[in-house]
């Protein structure tokens, strides 16, 4: 009996100093920062195979099972996918691409070192541009796994006989990099590999059937490559995260109306009680008012403030929760003063 005595003592201990999880959309800076005053970029592909290693990439063109054109048509399909998503997000004011032609690289596994400065002035200079935009990199490997599984075939005349299937699965691996150059500066804004793959499936009852798996690659290759460059395109763009923070809803009956106000929508009804209680004379009340006070500025943007409540809530009143609340917005400050740099606030 008293074990139950207790533990109702504890509950509703707990039900009053409780606390509630809400959530918010903030805005992450872009992965890649440029300088919001450049406005002019051109793309070009580093993908032409040098005389040194042309060779080598006639025997990875057979072993490979891949068409002489193949990397080229997919590499040119990875810089009109980053072209068409440049234009679309309104990120510069120009966008030239560079399609008829591509620069050497004397690496055929691999992206080469970075451009000479020089060289990359001179492309600049001649496209009236800011920046440059290279795909470093651009090599499709290709593995085949085949195999027969046994099945049983129906004839012509109604027969059932046994037979053999073949199945060709074709995993096919799209190798890029990417880098930003600002010859002005002297600057590689962004280096960026990566790989994607996708597989393709055929199977008959013969070898020729089982083996059109690889005819459709081509499209595959280029629709890949097409998503490959407008995803890079996206490194420059912010994105929206939602965040969960905690604030208190329990230890005096403003918090409870608090906390059905929150629950509504209703936040700044809520904060007109949260700021009545950051002044009690009481401090626990005090100091969960304040806290609440530091989510109610977060919430309206006004991190400064919320800032300054938190540390309230920390130093005056030993609230434990809000020494990470101060660590949590002073992060959200930097990057709202690098969303400043990028021209995305």
């Given at each position: 009996?008293?074990?139950?005595?207790?533990?109702?003592?504890?509950s509703?201990?707990?039900?009053?100093?409780?606390?509630?999880i809400?959530?918010?959309?903030?805005?992450?800076?872009?992965?890649?920062?440029?300088?919001?005053?450049?406005?002019?970029?051109?793309?070009?592909?580093?993908?032409?195979?040098?005389?040194?290693?042309?060779?080598?990439?006639?025997?990875?063109?057979?072993?490979?099972?891949?068409?002489?054109?193949?990397?080229?048509?997919?590499?040119?399909?990875?810089?009109?996918?980053?072209?068409?998503?440049?234009?679309?997000?309104?990120?510069?004011?120009?966008?030239?691409?560079?399609?008829?032609?591509?620069?050497?690289?004397?690496?055929?596994?691999?992206?080469?070192?970075?451009?000479?400065?020089?060289?990359?002035?001179?492309?600049?200079?001649?496209?009236?541009?800011?920046?440059?935009?290279?795909?470093?990199?651009?090599?499709?490997?290709?593995?085949?796994?085949?195999?027969?599984?046994?099945?049983?075939?129906?004839?012509?005349?109604?027969?059932?006989?046994?037979?053999?299937?073949?199945?060709?699965?074709?995993?096919?691996?799209?190798?890029?990099?990417?880098?930003?150059?600002?010859?002005?500066?002297?600057?590689?804004?962004?280096?960026?590999?990566?790989t994607?793959?996708?597989?393709?499936?055929?199977?008959?009852?013969?070898?020729?059937?089982?083996?059109?798996?690889?005819?459709?690659?081509?499209?595959?290759?280029?629709?890949?490559?097409?998503?490959?460059?407008?995803?890079?395109?996206?490194?420059?763009?912010?994105?929206?995260?939602?965040?969960?923070?905690?604030?208190?809803?329990?230890?005096?009956?403003?918090?409870?109306?608090?906390k059905?106000?929150?629950?509504?929508?209703?936040?700044?009804?809520?904060?007109?009680l949260w700021?009545?209680?950051?002044?009690?004379?009481?401090?626990?009340?005090?100091?969960?008012?304040?806290?609440?006070?530091?989510?109610?500025?977060?919430?309206?943007?006004?991190?400064?403030?919320?800032?300054?409540?938190?540390?309230?809530?920390?130093?005056?009143?030993?609230?434990?929760?809000?020494?990470?609340?101060?660590?949590?917005?002073?992060?959200?400050?930097?990057?709202?003063?690098?969303?400043e740099?990028?021209?995305?606030?």
């Amino acid at each position: 009996m008293r074990f139950f005595f207790l533990l109702s003592i504890l509950s509703i201990f707990w039900g009053a100093c409780g606390t509630n999880i809400m959530t918010l959309s903030v805005t992450e800076p872009a992965p890649v920062t440029i300088p919001a005053d450049v406005r002019k970029a051109a793309i070009i592909a580093r993908t032409k195979v040098t005389k040194d290693n042309d060779v080598l990439n006639k025997i990875d063109q057979v072993l490979s099972i891949e068409g002489k054109v193949l990397d080229s048509l997919g590499a040119q399909a990875c810089l009109v996918g980053l072209y068409d998503d440049l234009i679309q997000n309104q990120r510069f004011d120009s966008v030239v691409l560079l399609d008829s032609f591509e620069l050497e690289n004397p690496n055929l596994r691999q992206a080469a070192a970075p451009l000479n400065w020089n060289k990359v002035a001179a492309i600049c200079q001649a496209q009236q541009v800011d920046l440059l935009f290279v795909l470093e990199h651009y090599d499709t490997d290709t593995k085949i796994a085949y195999s027969t599984v046994p099945v049983t075939i129906t004839t012509p005349i109604g027969l059932e006989v046994p037979g053999l299937e073949h199945q060709a699965q074709v995993t096919t691996f799209i190798n890029t990099t990417w880098r930003i150059y600002d010859p002005l500066t002297k600057t590689i804004y962004d280096e960026f590999p990566g790989t994607r793959r996708f597989v393709s499936v055929g199977k008959g009852i013969n070898p020729t059937v089982a083996i059109q798996a690889i005819k459709n690659r081509k499209n595959l290759v280029e629709q890949n490559s097409r998503e490959i460059g407008s995803l890079y395109a996206r490194r420059l763009l912010p994105y929206r995260i939602r965040v969960s923070r905690d604030y208190f809803v329990g230890g005096s009956p403003n918090f409870k109306i608090a906390k059905r106000r929150a629950q509504t929508g209703n936040w700044d009804g809520a904060a007109e009680l949260w700021l009545q209680e950051s002044k009690s004379d009481k401090r626990i009340p005090a100091g969960r008012g304040a806290y609440n006070m530091a989510i109610s500025n977060e919430i309206n943007g006004n991190l400064e403030e919320a800032i300054r409540w938190a540390q309230k809530a920390y130093e005056d009143y030993n609230i434990r929760e809000a020494l990470d609340y101060v660590k949590i917005l002073r992060n959200r400050q930097a990057k709202r003063r690098l969303l400043e740099v990028q021209g995305r606030q």
